[in-house]
């Protein structure tokens, strides 16, 4: 059973456009969420993170926001640019697991076009 | 700090054989953890550490086995390989700290079981 999906396999944008990214949930003790960033050949880096008392974080271009009624988060990049073309995968945690796992969705991979 | 290492970069192993896939990081960190990573499967646990000494299972621990001996080590044994367990093998760590769920991950090893 997939706890965290990311149902859009791929996304594709203009340079200069918004991306926004998309994922669900299914487990509600999930209470602190990651976006990670993977190019090819390397491990994930770490993007940006939100834990569920807020419904929005914002670093720079890029903002994530919560929707815990839903069970849905999503990153938001503005603008985007050619440099951000990569995979993302959401990443969820709870605080009841307090070995701090995380479990990741499948991925999206955004193409940013110039 | 060189962050997380792995060791190899790319392996290719008949079926049956054994071999260790190395982690190490030099951030003083608690925990360590074991993923791998298959198309339109995003990166599931393997095994993870909360020290020296303690290991448990994560989602898909069948076929590997692991110990941590020492902080900075953490190797995935794999006994017997199957072809099911050609995958993109990542190690991460962090600080295992109340609130602190923010992974540092390695390069990845690539192995590939025929």
């Known amino acids: 059973d997939q706890q965290v999906k990311q149902n859009s396999p791929s996304l594709s944008v203009q340079e200069g456009r918004i991306s926004i990214l998309n994922c669900d949930y299914t487990?509600?003790?999930?209470?602190?969420f990651l976006w990670y960033k993977k190019y090819p050949a390397e491990g994930p880096t770490f993007l940006i993170s939100i834990s569920s008392i807020k419904d929005k974080n914002e670093d720079g271009r890029f903002t994530v926001f919560l929707n815990k009624s839903a069970k849905h988060l999503s990153l938001h990049i503005v603008p985007s640019q050619p440099g951000d073309s990569a995979v993302y995968f959401c990443a969820a945690s709870g605080a009841s697991s307090n070995t701090g796992k995380l479990i990741f969705g499948q991925g999206t991979t955004l193409q940013v076009k110039p | 700090n060189a962050g997380v290492t792995q060791t190899p970069k790319f392996q290719v192993l008949k079926t049956g054989q054994s071999m260790t896939l190395q982690c190490a990081q030099d951030m003083n960190h608690e925990y360590m953890s074991w993923y791998r990573q298959d198309p339109g499967m995003g990166l599931r646990l393997i095994h993870y550490?909360?020290?020296?000494?303690?290991?448990d299972q994560g989602e898909v621990p069948n076929g590997y086995n692991v110990s941590r001996s020492t902080t900075e080590d953490f190797p995935l044994r794999l006994l017997s390989a199957a072809p099911s367990q050609t995958s993109v093998y990542f190690c991460?760590?962090?600080?295992?700290?109340?609130?602190?769920?923010?992974?540092?991950f390695g390069p990845g090893t690539r192995l590939t079981v025929t």
């Open positions: 991460a760590s962090r600080l295992y700290r109340v609130g602190t769920y923010e992974q540092y």
């Open positions: 550490s909360v020290g020296a000494g303690i290991t």
């Open positions: 487990n509600s003790m999930f209470d602190y």
